[in-house]
């Protein structure tokens, strides 16, 4: 999703060059298969799901169902500098803090990523973001998907057919 800005129109290029750079980064990995932007506001439209604000875990499960994505990451973009005048994305002065939310749509699970630092240096910002985006959903995807609901005649049925054929250790117990 494209990240949002509590300073509206200010951040608007950041969240934007943010957004397209973690997706341009994602989407270079191979492990990932990205849903299109474009396409998910498609649907979102169709089922009068327009999302203005924060993504909770139903919103995303949702969204899930529909698009059939297991994951979606979301964030926003805050200037650090106490006086906004002192914020320049033209001349690329001010700090900024990038906080990108990892959400599980089958789990509800969250987990976040930050990164901070001078304007200047936004893009590299974005590429560690989107490097700390994909340890997380590398390391943590068991997290984000539900197991499987297996019924106990099919657990017991695996079980079986996993030992079946196969040498077993003999035991000998011996009373006295």
Known sequence: FDFSSPYGMRLRNDRGLVSSLLA???SSNPKFTLVDRAQLNKVLKEQAMGLGGDISPET????????????????????????????DPIQGKGQILIVANVIGTETGRIYAQREQGSRVNLTKMADDLAAKISDTITNQYTNFVAAPVISASNRLTEIISSVQGKPHPAISIQFN
């Open 24 to 26: 341009a980064d994602l």
């Open 60 to 87: 995303a499960a949702k969204i899930g169902r529909l698009v059939g994505a297991k994951i979606l990451v979301t964030g926003q973009i805050f200037t650090l500098d106490s006086d906004l005048q002192n914020y």
